[in-house]
């Protein structure tokens, strides 16, 4: 199955960015679409921004005009450039793939851990 290795998280002040990198490898087959999820202590795995091979994107509310999700679909690597971090952006993030015969995203990488201090 696919191997997701997320990578670039860390500990940042309010105000601060963070590149976030997430590299698939093996025998992954077609993916129709990655995204990056996030999941803060004591709350719900959430979808922060997917991206499709054709490049539509979106994104959830509460990080729109902060946050970019990019692709190479080449390389079969995704990206978070996050802006403008907020205390509240705290959390474990996570990159997830579709493939072109799944209906939703499915393998998911092992996280990385992003902390934004007051």
């Known amino acids: 199955q696919v191997r997701l290795v997320e990578s670039g998280g860390g500990l940042v002040q309010a105000g601060g960015s963070l590149r976030l990198s997430c590299a698939a490898s093996?025998?992954?087959?077609?993916?129709?679409?990655m995204a990056w999820y996030r999941q803060a202590p004591g709350k719900q795995r959430e979808l922060v921004a997917s991206?499709?091979?054709?490049?539509?994107?979106n994104y959830a509310d509460s990080v729109k005009g902060r946050f970019t999700i990019s692709r190479d679909n080449g390389r079969n690597t995704a990206y978070l450039q996050m802006n403008s971090l907020k205390p509240d952006d705290t959390a474990d993030y996570y990159c997830a793939v579709r493939f072109s015969w799944q209906t939703n995203f499915g393998s998911w990488g092992q996280g990385t851990q992003v902390t934004v201090s007051s």
């Open positions: 991206i499709t091979s054709g490049g539509n994107t």
């Open positions: 093996g025998s992954i087959g077609v993916i129709f679409a």
